[in-house]
């Protein structure tokens, strides 16, 4: 039974650096993992690396790897920080979501002290990284949206993944492609909810057309730093 228990331990372990630490409590909280998801709010955030096919052009293969994952690292960091799900890393990108797998108070004001730290930190510590091995110029660009979209297990019985998806996810990835190396571009229905809360935008843009979406909408930009 000790060894049994052991071995449990080690894949949970193991499991816990695939998949979110809360994906992971919530798997282990359930007696049988279905397919299927519910609709419920959430708060998503976008973080892409500006200038990345260039990058990769310059440097080798193995130098590229090492300083994505010093990049993620510090991100993730950040992320967990401030209560935030790590959804999936793809290439450059990373897409953290809030107000799941269980509701959070303030989601919307834990996104954004994220993006705002998340900015801060490629000036302290990715930047000077980055640098030190021939990357002269790196920088962040951030979107953060807020809405109802599909929470749950997507896939088939044999693969799935705990994800998030909906129109919701679709507009935070499109403004996050607005968003210049240190920006972080907010949909405007977030403002309520963080004003006051945290250093006022540098601007608003208005009437903004996003890829696939047939209305405009309008946005407030943050410069945390400038880089």
């Known amino acids: 039974f000790k060894k049994r228990m052991q071995s449990f331990e080690r894949t949970s372990d193991h499991l816990g650096k695939y998949l979110s630490s809360k994906v992971v409590k919530n798997v282990k909280s359930k007696d049988q993992l279905q397919l ?5 709010k959430v708060v998503c955030l976008f973080s892409d690396i500006r ?6 052009e310059g440097i080798s293969p193995a130098t590229l790897v090492k300083l994505l994952n010093f990049h993620f690292e510090a991100m993730h960091a ?14 450059d990108l990373i897409m953290a979501v809030w107000n799941i797998p269980n509701d959070q108070p303030e989601p919307e004001l834990l996104a954004m002290k994220t993006a705002i730290e998340m900015q801060k930190e490629m000036i302290r510590v990715v930047i000077p ?12 660009g951030v979107g953060v949206n807020a809405g109802l979209a599909l929470v749950g297990n997507l896939g088939s019985s044999r693969f799935m993944n705990y994800t998030v998806i909906g129109d919701a996810v679709n507009t935070t990835q499109r403004l996050e492609s607005k968003a210049q190396a240190g920006e972080i571009w907010m949909n405007e229905s977030l ?3 963080v004003s006051g809360k945290i250093p006022k935008p540098a601007r608003k843009e208005s009437n903004i057309r996003l890829k696939g979406k047939e209305n405009t909408i309008d946005a407030y930009v943050y410069r945390p730093l400038a880089y």
């Open 191 to 193: 403002f309520p909810f």
């Open 36 to 40: 299927g998801g519910i609709e419920k």
């Open 51 to 56: 200038g990345y096919t260039s990058i990769t």
């Open 78 to 91: 950040i992320i967990e920080k401030h209560e935030g799900t790590l959804d999936k890393i793809v290439g």
């Open 129 to 140: 990284e980055w640098k030190n091995h021939g990357v002269d110029k790196v920088g962040m």
